[in-house]
C-alpha cells in the first residue's frame, strides 16, 4: 500500500485542532447550561476539554525527552474520548457499561505501554491509539443512529454520519501506520495523514454542532408532549383528542364510516378523595387510566379530559352491540377494589356514549351527548344505548 506524500505541518494542524477542540466544549458547556437535565451534554464539554489538553501536551514531546511525553497525551486523548462517548451515550439515555469501559482503558493502556516500554515500536503504537480511538468513534456513531423516531433522524443520522466518517478514517490510520507510513513523530504521510486532520476536526464540529441540534430538537418533542399529555396519567390530554376527533370526522365523512364515543367519569370520585387523600385520588385515576388501557386494542384512542373524566374514540364502528360489549369490559376491568396506606375505597365508573352520524349531525356534539348519556348511567345505574336516545 503506497500513498501519495503530502508535507503537512505538524505544529500548525494540532493549533487548529486544539482552538477547534476548545470551542466546541466552551459551546457544550453553554448548551448544557440552557438545560442541565442533559448531563450528556456536559459530559461531552468535559471529554472535550480533555482532549484540548492532550493535544496540547503533544509538543512536549520535542521538549522534554522521554517516554513519558509520549505517553501522557496518548493517555489525555483516550481519556477525552471515552468522555465524549459516554456524554454521547447518556444523551442518548443508554445504560453506562462501567464494566466495558473499565476493560477498554485496562486493555489500551496495556497495549499502549507495551508498545512504549517493553517493545519501542511507534507504528503500532498509532495502530493501537487509532484502533481504540476509531472503534469509540465508531461506537459513538451507532449510539447515535439507533432506535432514532423517523422524524428525528435527519438530525441523529447525519451526527452518527459524522462520527462514522471520522471513524472509518482513524481505521484507515491505523491500516497505513501498520504499512509503516509512519514519520518519527508518529505522524501519518500523505493524504492519510490530511485525511485524519480534516475528519478529526469535522468530527469535533460535527459532535457539537449535531448535538446542539439533537438537544433543541428533544426540548422540543418535550413541549410538545406537555402541550398534549396529561402529566398525571401520561395518557393524551382535551387538546390531543380534540384534534383527533377532528381528523376522525374528516375520514369518516370521506368514507361513510360510523364513529362512537364513549365518555367515563368515575363514581363518587370526591368521596374516593376524602377516604384515600389526594395523594391516594391520583394513585387512583392513574390505575384506571392502566386498567382502562388494559381493556382497549391499539386503535382506539383514549384519552383523559377532565379530573376523572375519560373519553374513548372507536373509529370505523362496526355495531353498537360491539361498542356496548366494549363498555361492559370497560367496567368489568375498571371495577374493584384500590387499597392506600391503610385505607380502602371501591372503584367504579359510568360510561355514556354516542355515535356519528347516526346520534348527532356533528363530531362537535359528540362529547355532549356522551357526557349526557353518562350522566344518565349515574342516575339510574344502568345503561341503555335505547332509553338514552329516547331522553336526550
Partial sequence: MSFPTIKLDAPTLDFV???????????????????????????????????????AAVPLRSLIPGKLTILLPNLLIFAGAMFVLDGVRSFRRFH??????????????????????????????????????GGGTLWCA?????GVAPRDRSVYWTTAAVFGI??????????????????SNGFNQGLVGLLNFVTLNLG??????GLSMATNLKLRRESETLAFEDSLTGLPNRRFFEDR??????????TGHHIALIYCDLDDFKGINDTLGHEGGDKALRMVSQRLRRAISDDICLARVGGDEFVLLVEDMRSRD?????????RRTVEGGIEFHGHSAELKISCGLAVYPDDV??????MRLADAGMYMMKQHGRFSPAERAGQV
Fill in 96 to 133: 453506562r457499561e462501567t464494566g466495558i469501559y473499565v476493560l477498554i482503558s485496562v486493555s489500551f493502556t496495556s497495549s499502549l505501554c507495551y508498545w512504549l516500554f517493553i517493545d519501542d515500536n511507534i507504528g503500532l503504537r498509532i495502530v493501537v491509539v487509532s484502533l481504540f480511538w
Fill in 322 to 330: 360491539d361498542i356496548n360489549a366494549l363498555i361492559e369490559r370497560l
Fill in 142 to 146: 451507532y449510539s447515535m443512529a439507533v
Fill in 245 to 254: 376527533l377532528e381528523q376522525a370526522e374528516r375520514r369518516a365523512f370521506e
Fill in 166 to 183: 471520522d471513524g472509518a478514517a482513524l481505521l484507515l490510520r491505523a491500516a497505513s501506520a501498520f504499512s509503516g507510513h509512519v514519520d
Fill in 17 to 55: 485542532t486544539i482552538a477547534n477542540l476548545l470551542t466546541m466544549s466552551v459551546a457544550m458547556y453553554l448548551i448544557w447550561t440552557l438545560n442541565k437535565r442533559e448531563r450528556g451534554i456536559l459530559h461531552c464539554a468535559m471529554g472535550g476539554l480533555v482532549l484540548c489538553v492532550g493535544f
Fill in 204 to 209: 469535533i464540529t460535527g459532535c457539537a454542532f
Fill in 361 to 366: 349531525g356533528s363530531v362537535s356534539d359528540l
